[in-house]
């Protein structure tokens, strides 16, 4: 989303009377329990970060400890579409 678009919806949403608010809350809160009840949220353990390297000094991602491992031919795809 936009800036401008992004900028919009939220005076729209001030402008509302507190009990609409309250309203968009519950809908929202009874969206949340229903996906988390389904299971289709997944959760991460870690999040993803960008520490030093030990030895280099240089930046390193870091996907998390549970995060699948970056196969070889990955590597290659990427590295072939980096311009």
Do not use: C
């Not at 402008?15 to 996906?35: C, G, V």
């Not at 390193?60 to 072939?80: H, M, N």
């Amino acid at each position: 989303m936009d800036r401008e678009a992004e900028r919009k919806r939220r005076k729209r949403l001030a402008a509302l009377p507190f009990s609409e608010k309250l309203k968009i809350l519950e809908k929202l809160r009874e969206r949340d329990r229903a996906i988390a009840a389904a299971g289709l949220r997944k959760r991460r353990s870690e999040k993803a970060s960008l520490p030093a390297d030990r030895t280099t000094g240089l930046p390193v991602l870091s996907a998390g400890s549970d995060a699948p491992p970056l196969t070889s031919k990955q590597v290659r795809e990427i590295l072939f579409k980096f311009p």
